[in-house]
């Protein structure tokens, strides 16, 4: 009986951990949503233009500005911006939507697949407060759908819950349907769950009955036919909406891992790549001193782990994935870049919450439950402490500039480098007013910039990104070289400049 009252007792206290966390996870997501004030940036602009200039007809075309993105995540985003309207948080309900309904499902998918609620509940505490993940949930970018599928694909292949065990087969194929046409990555969880798959079949032709082999196998028969349709149809649509997949491998060719494992530069790239995806940007990990060899030895007992209980079901999940994208950037197909990759970061939370509990374990059997729970409030500190330094995110703010600009008549000649469509969205949305604006390629030669400038009487403003290493930086030095500025403001990543008459 008294384990039994400690089985419940146990039981109650990770429900509620997890309505704490949830709520505390919700409430941050909806701030960071309606309340943090985020402007557009330069590539949710590219796509946000899209939806004002066109209807639901054009989003089976080619997009402008070299954007693409899934249909359904485009036809979401267009419906939203039907109902709502052009602003900020319209734009970014749809992808908000689909990470709000998804995100408290991380925890039963854990909890079902790995039978752990402390593995469980800590994967969950470390994506409720990831910044990373948070901003994500609401940005005009299809990502954090991409998470949303993988969370979403996992809980229906381990849930045990009656309803869906029962459902499972139609479940899987209606979402992992679904999935090819809302996210672009979606087809490596698919990938994946078809190994695990397979591997269960292996199982079952082993230990159970003959008839329970010929209906599994028949259920993987039935799933694989329909993810492999629904997979053939997303490629054709892709390659009719998307002609620019050969263009944008060139822009992000500095994001695929060099093909030459034993060079210099593959060893660099790897360095510099895996800094920024575990500390500096993705998973934000406390970059303190002997932090990454402190990963390599969590990464690494996870893996012992999983391979010393058999667990090679655990080892597909949250392994396997990470291994396909780094052969698809070594393969020159996917970046290895940041935000191309909130999809696994699911995945890499539940390595290391395995790893984690797996210390943990041992602490308790060889010291004390003491040395367990130091230990694992230590993990929770090395993974979120970036975060809540982080948070909220606002990121790249062009508004400060914008205001400016409108502060100046708005008949004044207005010239705007790399964030010309950031411009040309708030000119349509209302919140500048100068119609005057010229796009200056950054790139431009001095030659060429006073070519296309001229000569203006009464001035002129430039608007452009105040970063050292962008294009058009010597352009602005080159201004403030000849004493042509008469005033000069910069916020964050982007800048305002008042240019006086260029004499002939």
Not at 66 to 93: D, H, K, W
Not at 434 to 443: A, I, K, Q
Not at 475 to 494: F, V
Request: glycine letters at 4%.
């Amino acid at each position: 009986m008294q384990v039994y009252n400690t089985t419940i007792t146990r039981k109650r206290l990770y429900n509620f951990l997890y309505i704490t966390v949830l709520l505390s996870g919700l409430a941050l997501r909806i701030y960071q949503q309606f309340f943090a004030g985020r402007p557009l940036w330069e590539d949710e602009a590219h796509l946000a233009l899209n939806f004002i200039d066109s209807g639901y007809l054009e989003m089976f075309m080619p997009l402008k500005h070299f954007q693409s993105a899934p249909i359904l995540f485009l036809l979401g985003v267009e419906t939203c911006s039907y109902l709502f309207g052009f602003g900020e948080i319209a734009l970014r309900t749809f992808p908000f939507i689909i990470s709000i309904l998804s995100y408290p499902l991380l925890y039963f998918f854990v909890r079902d697949m790995t039978g752990s609620r402390l593995t469980a509940l800590l994967v969950f505490i470390f994506f409720s407060f990831n910044a990373f993940v948070i901003v994500f949930a609401s940005e005009l970018k299809p990502y954090t759908v991409e998470a949303s599928a993988v969370i979403v694909l996992g809980y229906l292949n381990f849930s045990k819950h009656t309803y869906i065990s029962a459902r499972r087969e139609k479940l899987l194929k209606i979402t992992g349907a679904i999935a090819l046409f809302a996210a672009n990555t979606s087809f490596i969880m698919l990938f994946v769950i078809a190994c695990y798959r397979f591997l269960y079949l292996r199982q079952v032709k082993q230990y159970a009955s003959g008839e329970e082999y010929q209906k599994t196998r028949l259920f993987n028969k039935r799933l694989f036919t329909t993810w492999g349709i629904a997979f053939a149809a997303s490629i054709i649509l892709n390659i009719i909406i998307n002609p620019y997949a050969d263009n944008m491998r060139e822009v992000w060719k500095s994001q695929f891992i060099p093909m030459n494992i034993f060079s210099s530069e593959f060893l660099q790239f790897m360095q510099q790549h895996l800094h920024d995806i575990f500390f500096r940007y993705v998973l934000l990990l406390t970059d303190m001193q002997l932090a990454a060899y402190l990963l390599a030895a969590l990464l690494l007992t996870g893996i012992v782990y999983m391979l010393r209980v058999k667990h090679y079901d655990w080892l597909l999940i949250v392994v396997l994935p990470v291994m396909i994208h780094l052969f698809l950037s070594w393969a020159q197909l996917y970046p290895l870049y940041e935000r191309f990759i909130l999809y696994l970061v699911p995945l890499m939370y539940i390595w290391m919450a395995i790893s984690i509990v797996t210390v943990a374990n041992v602490l308790t059997n060889k010291i004390h439950a003491f040395a367990a729970g130091v230990w694992i409030m230590a993990m929770l500190v090395f993974v979120l402490q970036t975060s809540m330094y982080k948070y909220p995110v606002i990121g790249r703010d062009v508004k400060p500039c914008l205001d400016v600009i409108n502060r100046y008549p708005a008949n004044m000649k207005l010239y705007v480098t790399a964030p010309k469509t950031l411009y040309e969205y708030y000119l349509k949305t209302g919140y500048v007013h100068n119609t005057t604006n010229e796009e200056v390629l950054s790139g431009l030669s001095i030659e060429q910039y006073n070519e296309q400038v001229g000569y203006r009487p009464d001035g002129y403003i430039m608007l452009y990104v105040a970063t050292k290493d962008d294009a058009a930086a010597h352009l602005i030095r080159h201004l403030e070289s000849q004493s042509l500025i008469r005033y000069k403001y910069e916020y964050g990543s982007y800048g305002v400049v008042i240019v006086q008459p260029r004499l002939n």
